[in-house]
């Protein structure tokens, strides 16, 4: 089992930034890989980012590449989805998720709303 706990969500301008953080218990977190999804209302849950155990291997919707890093400290427990350029279509309520032991994501956090307002 897994246990996520997502923070660093908020209100803010258009272009600006924040950094999200997940918080992870449980199994050992270098063990498995971890992603970011979001639900704006009215849509489906879609991907965003998602980072291999090591660090090193990382994914991203192509709306998002050049505009947030996804990255992880495994001293910490914790991943972060680092947010630049923010556009009022990225607002929607941000998760975090672990995978189980078949690297599909089985673990989910409450999730942490951003909002970007124009």
């Known amino acids: 089992q897994v246990q996520l706990v997502e923070s660093g969500g908020g209100l803010v301008q258009a272009g600006g930034s924040l950094r999200l953080s997940c918080a992870a218990s449980?199994?050992?977190?270098?063990?498995?890989?971890m992603g970011w999804f979001r639900q704006a209302p009215g849509k489906e849950r879609e991907f965003v980012a998602r980072?291999?155990?090591?660090?090193?291997?990382?994914y991203y919707l192509d709306s998002v590449k050049g505009r947030f890093t996804i990255s992880r400290d495994n001293a910490k427990n914790t991943v972060y989805l680092q947010m630049n350029s923010l556009k009022p279509e990225d607002t929607a309520v941000y998760y975090c998720?672990?995978?189980?032991?078949?690297?599909?994501?089985?673990?989910w956090g409450q999730g942490t709303q951003v909002t970007v307002s124009s």
């Open positions: 449980g199994r050992t977190f270098s063990s498995y890989g």
């Open positions: 980072i291999r155990r090591s660090g090193v291997i990382t």
């Open positions: 998720a672990a995978e189980g032991v078949t690297a599909t994501f089985d673990y």
